[in-house]
């Protein structure tokens, strides 16, 4: 099992969590290390996605089989009134999840055997990547880079 943090659109971080075994993962549990904040709305008073996150990964999974990928909405760059980052250098998420935060699986095989991953869900891959779009006016290059959850 494994967690891959992906853009989403500007400003904002998907995950994608696949099973890239050969063989069915049974009963896998999801979870969140610490676990993900609790709250239904943003710092900004927005309807959180963290629910729905919550939600699909409430219940063990009985079998996820090989090459299968669950894919969420995980942060979103909280709007800043100056666009500055803090005194870190780290731009706040909307819903004040730690940078630190890790997906952790717990799993078995066919077999019985007992697995555990840990991913962790920084995104220092993401951090300086740069796409562009093409508008009437032209094309807008956009990027990553102030993207530091």
């Known amino acids: 099992m494994v967690a891959v943090v992906k853009l989403t659109g500007n400003g904002s971080t ?60 995980y942060l979103f760059r909280a709007p800043d009134s100056d666009g500055q980052p803090d005194e870190d250098g780290v731009q706040p998420n909307t819903d004040g999840v730690p940078r630190e935060t890790a997906i952790v699986f717990d799993y078995t095989d066919d077999d019985g055997y007992l697995y555990t991953d840990r991913t962790p869900l920084d995104p220092i ?7 562009s779009t093409i508008t009437r006016k032209g094309a807008v290059v956009h990027d990553a880079a102030p993207w530091k959850q």
């Open 14 to 73: 998907g995950i994608e969590v696949t099973n890239v075994g050969p063989s069915i993962a049974r009963n896998v549990r999801v979870s969140f290390d610490p676990p993900l904040p609790t709250h239904g709305k943003t710092l900004a008073g927005t309807p959180s996605l963290l629910p729905y996150l919550r939600r699909r990964y409430s219940k063990p999974i009985a079998a996820w089989p090989p090459g299968y990928t669950l894919k969420n909405e």
């Open 125 to 131: 891959l993401i951090q300086g990547e740069t796409w």
